[in-house]
């Protein structure tokens, strides 16, 4: 029976919510699992001393190196990533990073089959970049390079009298000078992606898009998880639900706002979905095992990519992410030639 580990900095399983669903689906599947920290790796005897789900608790136990570990958080030290480098040589990882926004942009727009997608994305170094793009676009948005859950996001529209700065559900008219000195200030703190905004709005006049969560099967093929609207409060201008954002259900959303249309863009979403993770995964040197996938859709019901998630977050759907992750950890230990 192939072993998989699950590897997370927490000691014990109890403090991480998706360690019971994994625990509970591999029983279910017939594979041997084990939980363990970074501090728990032994390479002298290569062994981990984790913890194991037996007759309804965990029962600590010492394993051979997992065929298979499901690197599930970042270290959170030196030490940790020292220890996460050398298991890389003795087991098979099933997650691996993207990259920031303007990486994943950049690949993309060079592959050219989804470049259509891609809303045009620039570095910003100076204010001066921003006043020339507010002069083909009404509006445009500054958000960090590197990932940040929908926090430090801000829209700049500009009118006959002033630039809009809205942060938030924080908004403020400045002059020319003082924009620039705004954003001379972000700029300090870490780098910044300059686009135009793609406004995507429900009929009610809230910013929304779609999270597409993919995961790999037992088979190695792409599969939905799920998809969802997530839809911003009244005075937000970020639907990222840890950022004061909430999730829709899909069906009723899609009705709503697209009506007789609704199953057209469900098909849409699906498919892109599926096909735009296939194209990923030929651009990276490690293939993907899960991906959020967040999309606009625009007044013309064209579809353009946010961003690109490589490790989504999945509150809630634990169950349903390890039905699918635990048989592509089977599937990556056979396609290894690990016997299972």
Request: charged residues 25%; glycine residues 6%.
């Amino acid at each position: 029976m192939v072993l998989i580990g699950m590897l997370h900095h927490r000691k014990h399983p109890d403090m991480v919510k998706k360690a019971y669903p994994f625990a509970a689906v591999a029983k279910m599947e017939g594979i041997d699992f084990i939980y363990f920290s970074f501090d728990s790796v032994d390479f002298e005897q290569k062994i981990v001393n984790g913890w194991v789900y037996e007759k309804g608790k965990w029962v600590q136990e010492q394993k051979e190196f997992p065929a298979v570990i499901i690197n599930s958080c970042n270290p959170k030290t030196n030490k940790h990533s020292l220890i996460l480098q050398r298991l890389k040589t003795f087991a098979i990882f099933t997650s691996f990073p993207v990259g920031n926004k303007l990486k994943v942009y950049k690949k993309v727009k060079k592959a050219k089959k989804f470049a259509s997608y891609m809303i045009p994305s620039y570095l910003l170094t100076k204010a001066n970049e921003l006043f020339s793009l507010l002069e083909s676009h009404p509006a445009a948005v500054i958000k960090p390079v590197s990932g940040n859950r929908g926090r430090k996001i801000f829209f700049i529209k500009k009118t006959a009298e002033s630039y809009l700065w809205m942060d938030g559900a924080d908004t403020h008219a400045y002059n020319k000078q003082q924009l620039e000195a705004a954003i001379f200030q972000v700029l300090k703190e870490q780098k910044y992606l300059l686009q135009p905004f793609i406004e995507c709005k429900t009929k009610s006049g809230l910013i929304y898009d779609f999270r597409l969560h993919v995961q790999k099967n037992g088979s190695g093929q792409w599969e939905i998880t799920l998809i969802y609207p997530r839809i911003s409060g009244n005075t937000k201008m970020v639907s990222n639900v840890s950022s004061g954002g909430y999730r829709g259900e899909l069906i009723p959303f899609l009705k709503d706002e697209f009506e007789e249309d609704y199953s057209k863009m469900e098909q849409k979403l699906e498919k892109f979905a599926l096909s735009f993770a296939d194209h990923l995964d030929t651009l990276y040197e490690n293939p993907f095992d899960e991906l959020g996938i967040d999309v606009g859709v625009d007044q013309y019901q064209r579809l353009w990519l946010f961003e690109v998630n490589w490790r989504p977050g999945a509150k809630n759907r634990e169950f349903q992410v390890a039905q699918r992750m635990l048989p592509y950890c089977r599937y990556l230990a056979e396609t290894k030639g690990i016997i299972v």
